[in-house]
């Protein structure tokens, strides 16, 4: 991710550089290459890049020497000519964390270099009941946050167990952030504004903490979603996370798109219905109104466990599948009506942002089953030209989406410059 102050190192490339930069800026095209390409010979390599030969030797050696790509199998260039070993991504040495910070629960993905995962733990929000709140909870901030750094903590011993260097870690929080200085804006969902979260979870690690840096949950989802689109050419797709409200991470172009300040994709908040609910922003008939999570719970008796956020999500999860398989008809119904409801949304932004693909995340990808079929239909049905029609799915990644993607944008760090990862010992 670029924030200002990764633009400004930027733009000091742009200026003529020394031999150390150069090298840095080669190593970079190189690591680069083998992480979107996949694992190839030297002199593919060198042909692929422009590099020469002898510069490609030293650069992998120098990438070999930091544990980020080894010897693999050997590579046949048709029949004729030298068979060459291949160079490929070394999976075994560095490492990224995401960090998801949700109003139902928290989770935590360790990815290599080469994207496996290598750790995934999740605990429910802790929240206190307050009758003041609008729905009886609120989420002080102190033990939210005690329990992230916890999360993060086994994380690290994780990848300390393992042998990882973690190049950094990306926290997701769920609502706009400033890129300066890592704090997130506001939160209406939990019910935060401006709280420092870097430095709060960074004091808390103590020396342990790696760099810590902040991006939405819904634009880190999008960013995971993305490559399995990409192999089937889609690069415009707007990915849609559903939990207690409804955000969305939009792709343009194969590219993120932020906005002016980074607010891009609050979309729980659109008015569909002046005489709908109240939202808990204070308007009517917004859309996470009808989508969001609860709305869901409201149809199960009022001490039906499933309603309950201290349980962990993926136990709700799989209540409420119980209850669907056992005929509970009055969710039944209401996931006809989400379906329609979904619906709404999406056309707006259909409309907007002209996507080649929906992607629905969060808790709506549990329930594919009920919501892609009706919603690529209903989408189909108000299509305006055949050329704009847009392709429904759920994301493969579910409630892991954006841990996962904070996890891999923590590793652009190392693949900007992999002069980071510390060589390993001899
Ligand atoms: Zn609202």
Same mark, same amino acid.
């Given at each position: 991710?670029?924030?200002?102050?990764?633009?400004?190192?930027?733009?000091?490339?742009?200026?003529?550089?020394?031999?150390?930069?150069?090298?840095?800026?080669?190593?970079?095209?190189?690591?680069?290459?083998?992480?979107?390409?996949?694992?190839?010979?030297?002199?593919?390599?060198?042909?692929?890049?422009?590099?020469?030969?002898?510069?490609?030797?030293?650069?992998?050696?120098?990438?070999?020497?930091?544990?980020?790509?080894?010897?693999?199998?050997?590579?046949?260039?048709?029949?004729?000519?030298?068979?060459?070993?291949?160079?490929?991504?070394?999976?075994?040495?560095?490492?990224?964390?995401?960090?998801?910070?949700?109003?139902?629960?928290?989770?935590?993905?360790?990815?290599?270099?080469?994207?496996?995962?290598?750790?995934?733990?999740?605990?429910?929000?802790?929240?206190?009941?307050?009758?003041?709140?609008?729905?009886?909870?609120?989420?002080?901030?102190?033990?939210?946050?005690?329990?992230?750094?916890?999360?993060?903590?086994?994380?690290?011993?994780?990848?300390?167990?393992?042998?990882?260097?973690?190049?950094?870690?990306?926290?997701?929080?769920?609502?706009?952030?400033?890129?300066?200085?890592?704090?997130?804006?506001?939160?209406?969902?939990?019910?935060?504004?401006?709280?420092?979260?870097?430095?709060?979870?960074?004091?808390?690690?103590?020396?342990?903490?790696?760099?810590?840096?902040?991006?939405?949950?819904?634009?880190?989802?999008?960013?995971?979603?993305?490559?399995?689109?990409?192999?089937?050419?889609?690069?415009?797709?707007?990915?849609?996370?559903?939990?207690?409200?409804?955000?969305?991470?939009?792709?343009?172009?194969?590219?993120?798109?932020?906005?002016?300040?980074?607010?891009?994709?609050?979309?729980?908040?659109?008015?569909?219905?002046?005489?709908?609910?109240?939202?808990?922003?204070?308007?009517?008939?917004?859309?996470?109104?009808?989508?969001?999570?609860?709305?869901?719970?409201?149809?199960?008796?009022?001490?039906?466990?499933?309603?309950?956020?201290?349980?962990?999500?993926?136990?709700?999860?799989?209540?409420?599948? %119980?209850? *669907? @398989? !056992?005929?509970?008809?009055?969710?039944?119904? +209401?996931? =006809?009506?989400? $379906?329609?409801? &979904?619906?709404?949304?999406?056309?707006?932004?259909?409309?907007?942002?002209?996507?080649?693909?929906?992607?629905?995340?969060?808790?709506?990808?549990?329930?594919?089953?009920?919501?892609?079929?009706?919603?690529? %239909?209903? *989408? @189909? !049905?108000?299509?305006?030209?055949?050329?704009? +029609?847009? =392709?429904?799915? $759920?994301?493969? &990644?579910?409630?892991?989406?954006?841990?996962?993607?904070?996890?891999?944008?923590?590793?652009?760090?190392?693949?900007?410059?992999?002069?980071?990862?510390?060589?390993?010992?001899?």
């Amino acid at each position: 991710m670029t924030s200002p102050a990764e633009a400004g190192r930027g733009s000091r490339r742009a200026a003529p550089v020394g031999h150390a930069a150069m090298r840095s800026a080669n190593l970079s095209l190189l690591l680069r290459h083998l992480h979107t390409r996949g694992g190839r010979s030297r002199a593919t390599l060198s042909q692929e890049t422009g590099l020469s030969k002898a510069a490609v030797t030293s650069l992998v050696n120098d990438l070999a020497v930091r544990g980020l790509v080894q010897e693999g199998k050997v590579e046949r260039l048709g029949a004729v000519g030298r068979p060459g070993t291949e160079v490929r991504i070394d999976p075994g040495h560095v490492a990224g964390i995401g960090l998801e910070l949700n109003v139902d629960y928290l989770a935590v993905s360790l990815r290599d270099l080469a994207g496996a995962a290598r750790f995934a733990d999740s605990v429910p929000t802790p929240y206190a009941l307050e009758p003041s709140a609008a729905d009886g909870r609120s989420y002080p901030l102190d033990p939210v946050l005690d329990r992230a750094a916890e999360l993060l903590q086994r994380a690290l011993d994780a990848a300390d167990a393992e042998g990882l260097w973690v190049a950094g870690a990306t926290i997701a929080p769920p609502g706009p952030i400033d890129y300066d200085g890592s704090r997130v804006r506001f939160a209406s969902n939990l019910g935060w504004t401006d709280v420092p979260l870097a430095e709060e979870l960074a004091r808390r690690l103590g020396e342990d903490s790696p760099v810590l840096a902040l991006e939405n949950d819904a634009k880190l989802s999008a960013l995971a979603e993305a490559p399995r689109l990409a192999q089937r050419g889609i690069t415009d797709l707007v990915y849609l996370t559903g939990d207690k409200g409804v955000g969305a991470g939009i792709i343009a172009g194969g590219r993120l798109l932020r906005g002016w300040s980074g607010f891009s994709g609050e979309v729980g908040h659109i008015g569909l219905d002046p005489a709908g609910e109240r939202c808990r922003c204070g308007r009517r008939g917004c859309w996470e109104t009808m989508v969001g999570f609860d709305t869901v719970l409201d149809v199960l008796e009022a001490d039906d466990p499933t309603r309950s956020g201290r349980l962990p999500m993926t136990e709700r999860l799989a209540r409420l599948r %119980s209850l *669907l @398989d !056992a005929g509970h008809a009055p969710l039944h119904e +209401r996931f =006809e009506r989400l $379906a329609g409801d &979904l619906v709404r949304g999406a056309g707006v932004l259909v409309d907007v942002l002209n996507p080649q693909a929906i992607v629905l995340g969060g808790y709506f990808a549990s329930f594919a089953d009920l919501l892609v079929q009706p919603v690529q %239909s209903a *989408l @189909d !049905a108000r299509l305006l030209a055949a050329d704009g +029609r847009v =392709e429904v799915s $759920a994301s493969a &990644l579910g409630l892991d989406a954006a841990a996962a993607g904070g996890a891999a944008v923590a590793l652009e760090r190392v693949l900007d410059d992999p002069l980071l990862a510390p060589e390993l010992e001899a």
